[in-house]
């Protein structure tokens, strides 16, 4: 049996995607170019929810 997506957390600076599934599994996702990012940010705007979506705070600064 196919777990569900509930939640995606798209962190834009490092272009990746937390999905979280219902059985409380979590899957990175990091992408090499910005296309392949786009591409993947796509379809989870096509598949999922506007609720289901999180997207992580930008860096404004680097740490020191």
Do not use: H, W
């Not at 777990?3 to 990175?28: K, Y």
């Not at 379809?43 to 506007?50: A, E, G, K, N, T």
């Amino acid at each position: 049996m196919d777990d569900f997506i509930l939640t995606v957390e798209i962190d834009l600076c490092s272009r990746s995607f937390s999905l979280l599934n219902e059985s409380g599994d979590t899957r990175m996702i990091k992408c090499n170019t910005p296309d392949e990012f786009m591409r993947v940010l796509r379809v989870c705007d096509q598949l999922l929810p506007p609720e289901s979506i999180i997207y992580k705070e930008l860096a404004t600064q680097k740490d020191k």
